[in-house]
Structures are given as structure tokens and as C-alpha cells.
């Protein structure tokens, strides 16, 4: 069985601060997106209850791209894919 700290990737710093700004205006408004499709999909503007999938994976995008601007580090860049921010 191996350690507890070899299982875990090292997060260090890949974005800068132009990469953490856009991360964050981005997990805003994913978080409001997944809001304004929650009101809909409750009001039954959308009848599908299949929506709450959406709004369940907007909400946790959003939270996960802002705390990815408040660690400034980016999972995709930390498994080897090049972005342009």
C-alpha cells in the first residue's frame, strides 16, 4: 500500500495572473448561469427535470474555476494541455 503523500499531485502555481482573472469572471458567471437555469427549471419554464443535472454541474464548474483562480492553479495545464491563458 503506498503513503497517503504519494497518491497526491503537487499543486504548485501554472497560471498567471491574467489566467486567474479569467477563471474566476468565468466560475461567476457559470454559477450564475446554473442560477438562472434553477429559477426556470423550478418555475417550469423547462419541464424536463433532466435540467437539474445543468444546474448541478454549472454551480459546481463555477465553484471549482474560482477556486482554481484562488489556488492559480489550473487542472487542465497540470496534466500537460496547453492553454492560451
Same mark, same amino acid.
Given at each position: 500500500?503506498?503513503?497517503? /503523500?504519494?497518491?497526491? !499531485? %503537487?499543486?504548485? &502555481?501554472?497560471?498567471?495572473?491574467? *489566467? @486567474? #482573472?479569467? @477563471?474566476?469572471?468565468? *466560475?461567476?458567471? +457559470?454559477?450564475? +448561469?446554473?442560477? =438562472?437555469? +434553477?429559477?426556470?427549471?423550478? /418555475?417550469?419554464?423547462?419541464?424536463? %427535470?433532466?435540467?437539474? !443535472?445543468? #444546474? =448541478? ?9 474560482? $477556486? %482554481?483562480? @484562488?489556488?492559480? $492553479? &489550473?487542472? #487542465?495545464?497540470?496534466? *500537460? ?5
Amino acid at each position: 500500500m503506498l503513503p497517503a /503523500q504519494s497518491i497526491l !499531485m %503537487e499543486r504548485t &502555481c501554472n497560471i498567471d495572473a491574467k *489566467g @486567474r #482573472v479569467v @477563471r474566476f469572471v468565468t *466560475g461567476i458567471f +457559470a454559477i450564475l +448561469a446554473g442560477l =438562472t437555469l +434553477a429559477i426556470l427549471v423550478s /418555475q417550469g419554464v423547462l419541464p424536463s %427535470e433532466s435540467y437539474w !443535472m445543468l #444546474v =448541478t454541474g454549472s454551480i459546481i464548474g463555477g465553484i471549482f474555476a474560482m $477556486w %482554481e483562480a @484562488r489556488a492559480g $492553479w &489550473c487542472v #487542465v495545464r497540470a496534466i *500537460g494541455i496547453k492553454t492560451p491563458l
